[in-house]
């Protein structure tokens, strides 16, 4: 039976190697095949061609690269992360990277996304995302040096920033998430509103930060289940 255990938003920084025992021990807990980062696993993840910011998570990516040779890897890109790319899967040895995954069960499918680049964004979000895509503006990012361009990708990403929200604010928005899909999908779990939530119809799952939380989700052949460390 395929057994796969969802992370989301670890957010990791520099010398928070706790994080890395923690996840081991959840992983302990099942017989796990796969692990799915959800997405902003980094605080921030930059490459571009040749130019690959790694000082701040060396640490994580050789985590990782130990971590998929027991288990198969899928990463979710998220606003933290969104250039995760080839050069993430050669240093890792993880293979699957997406914006989105589904999965089919015999139950129905099940789609996992970040939660970031939902259709119901407002034009001022979508010309941030292609601003950050653009390849232009990629490539005078990758000019400028390791130590700054860190920072700065930081501050930049902090401003789709969720963590500080209210709580009532995070909800209004989850209630338009729950308008941004259609029917082709039996179960949806989202991650980057640092919330958990379940929706009345069990359709929709919003996963909580694992570093903080402790939250994850279980997904097999029995359904979508959360759980907490």
Do not use: A
């Not at 069990?202 to 289940?225: A, Q, T």
């Amino acid at each position: 039976m395929t057994k796969l255990i969802v992370l989301s938003d670890i957010h990791y920084r520099k010398g928070e190697q706790k994080i890395f025992s923690k996840i081991k021990k959840v992983l302990e807990r099942d017989k796990f095949e796969k692990v799915v980062f959800l997405g902003d696993t980094f605080d921030f993840f930059f490459e571009f061609k040749g130019k690959f910011y790694k000082k701040e998570n060396v640490d994580l990516l050789d985590f990782l690269r130990d971590l998929s040779k027991d288990y198969e890897l899928f990463f979710i890109r998220g606003n933290h992360d969104i250039f995760i790319g080839n050069m993430f899967k050669k240093v890792t040895g993880c293979k699957y990277v997406f914006d989105d995954m589904c999965l089919e069960f015999d139950w129905g499918k099940v789609l996992l996304t970040h939660g970031h680049l939902l259709k119901n964004d407002g034009l001022l979000k979508k010309f941030f995302y292609f601003i950050l895509k653009n390849k232009f503006d990629r490539f005078l990012f990758s000019l400028l040096p390791e130590s700054l361009g860190y920072r700065l990708g930081i501050q930049v990403s902090n401003l789709c920033n969720l963590r500080k929200m209210d709580k009532n604010v995070k909800m209004k928005k989850i209630e338009n998430v729950k308008n941004s899909f259609g029917e082709n999908f039996q179960k949806i779990v989202i991650g980057h509103y640092h919330l958990d939530f379940v929706s009345e119809d069990k359709r929709i799952y919003i996963l909580s930060d694992f570093k903080e939380n402790g939250s994850y989700i279980v997904i097999d052949e029995k359904g979508v289940f959360f759980e907490h460390f």
